[in-house]
């Protein structure tokens, strides 16, 4: 078996700064993604509607298409989604940025959603009534990074997975 190298998570990925007051921009509608809108443990995004400006009362977070969200609050929920679009979400998520030429963002999104991480973040948790996962604590998790092709190999393979649940449950349903 090949061992690839192991780096700590802040070297393939960035906390992004990027923060909007949507209060400044009453005639927008944002698409707002709070930690209740991403599924747990899936990825996936659940419904939601757009949200105008004036009834999101706090700076929030801003993402764009390609980033991944990483809910903070609560991490062992394991609410973590790689964004197709633009939006803003609560400050409880961060948003991270590949770094290019590193990492893939799906590749390091399914990282993300892993037992290991699951289990990292579990123990640096802080905080009785609302555990939270510190930015320093989430970034020094190691992860092992493959080269780029070998991380594309193992996308596929997890997409055609989920892909397979999927049918299963559906088919489960129609049973």
């Not at 443990?41 to 949200?51: A, F, I, K, S």
């Not at 973590?80 to 979400?89: N, Y």
Request: charged share 25%; proline share 8%.
């Amino acid at each position: 078996m090949t061992r690839w190298p192991t780096k700590p998570l802040g070297e393939i990925l960035e906390v992004s700064r990027e923060r909007i007051q949507p209060l400044e921009h009453p005639n927008t509608s944002f698409n707002y993604v709070g930690l209740d809108s991403v599924e747990g443990h899936t990825g996936r995004l659940l419904p939601y509607q757009l949200t105008p400006g004036t009834e999101i009362k706090s700076t929030k977070n801003v993402f764009h298409q390609g980033q991944i969200l990483f809910g903070k609050l609560r991490p062992y929920l394991n609410k973590v989604h790689l964004t197709r679009e633009k939006g803003i979400c609560s400050t409880d998520i961060y948003v991270l940025n590949p770094r290019q030429h590193l990492v893939d963002a799906a590749f390091a999104s399914y990282f993300l959603r892993s037992p290991v991480v699951l289990a990292a973040v579990s123990n640096a948790m802080a905080g009785a009534n609302l555990p939270r996962i510190n930015e320093e604590s989430l970034l020094e998790i190691p992860v092992p990074v493959p080269p780029l092709s070998e991380q594309e190999r193992i996308v596929r393979l997890l997409d055609e997975a989920d892909e397979l649940r999927k049918l299963r449950a559906q088919a489960d349903r129609c049973t």
